[in-house]
């Protein structure tokens, strides 16, 4: 075993420990744990879709007190401000200077709490943040604490008094992740754990925040092949030149696609991406930023019926792929 092997193996078992700390709260949802610990590991963003009561609180807080991770909550609402968010500067009488009040967005992990609630001026207010790690108030730019992730929900049933986001700040989003109902087996396995307290209450720190970005940085040494890298260019572009899509994917997908990749591949306990990684996180990745054409829409197809069809139809990497044949 090479040098290589031992540190994949190392960064694979934090992964791994982080992603079974928190199924001990999430119960029976493996994949939606998994997809939002990729994000954490790419340094992205969540946005978890779905009715109320379905875990998407608890998700956020439990990958918080697993990585140790300053953890805020801001509830949007219509009335809630750009500066109840970021922060604002109060003058102090006893020195006569301006003093800055951070708001719940300085914060290593920021649960948004329906998000679409808020106004257009206030979700702007996350767009900074989200991309760049930083905010900018009255001409001063102050740095996010690292690392820094922003899980935001909303609930895709109830639209009265909503506002939807708006493609800039949905394609911020790394990821779009769903929870749904669980099963009659996992939803009484819920309530036998919830007998006397909450499985969170006693959840413990897996991990540190600079384990975290150590596992940041190991994401971004792993191999992708041109023939990969291709292959994802090829998904994006297909979304951009088809007929039942208004709107395409920016290059912040393949941008999103390639990253989440090597994550993907690193917690399988690979050095190197493969094409079954890139299929699997097509849909997460790219369905929230498509628009449907109307005539699409009119027929009964959605992003993800459509991106099923673009990956049917491309051609899959061949297997000169480094290492694909250690399969």
């Known amino acids: 075993m090479n040098e290589s092997d031992i540190s994949v193996n190392k960064i694979k078992r934090k992964f791994d420990d982080i992603i079974q700390n928190v199924s001990t709260v999430i119960v029976g949802k493996p994949e939606s744990v998994e997809l939002t610990v990729l994000a954490l590991m790419c340094g992205g963003h969540v946005l978890l879709e779905d009715v109320p009561g379905v875990g998407k609180t608890i998700l956020a807080r439990s990958v918080s007190i697993s990585t140790g991770c300053s953890y805020k909550r801001i509830q949007f609402t219509p009335d809630l401000l750009p500066t109840d968010v970021s922060g604002v500067s109060i003058y102090n009488q006893s020195n006569g200077d301006f003093e800055f009040r951070g708001g719940p967005l300085i914060s290593q992990m920021v649960l948004a709490d329906e998000i679409n609630r808020a106004t257009p001026k206030t979700q702007s207010a996350m767009l900074e943040a989200m991309e760049e790690g930083q905010i900018t108030i009255e001409g001063e730019t102050r740095m996010l604490p690292s690392p820094f992730m922003v899980l935001a929900t909303q609930n895709p049933i109830e639209y009265e008094g909503t506002f939807p986001l708006p493609e800039a700040q949905l394609d911020r989003f790394l990821l779009k992740i769903s929870l749904g109902y669980p099963g009659q087996d996992i939803e009484k396995e819920i309530l036998n754990a919830q007998i006397s307290e909450h499985p969170i209450n006693t959840l413990d720190s897996v991990t540190t925040p600079d384990e975290v970005i150590e596992c940041q940085v190991a994401v971004k040494s792993i191999f992708v092949d041109d023939l990969i890298k291709d292959y994802i260019i090829n998904i994006v572009s297909a979304t951009r030149n088809n007929n039942n899509l208004s709107l ?80």
């Open 248 to 327: 395409g994917s920016s290059p912040r997908g393949s941008l999103g696609l390639f990253r989440t990749s090597q994550a993907l591949a690193l917690l399988r306990g690979r050095d190197y991406v493969i094409p079954d990684d890139v299929l699997h996180l097509v849909h997460p990745v790219l369905s929230h930023r498509l628009i449907t054409s109307p005539s699409a829409r009119m027929t009964g197809q959605n992003t993800d019926s459509i991106l099923s069809d673009i990956t049917r139809t491309l051609d899959i990497p061949g297997s000169q792929t480094k290492g694909w044949m250690k399969r």
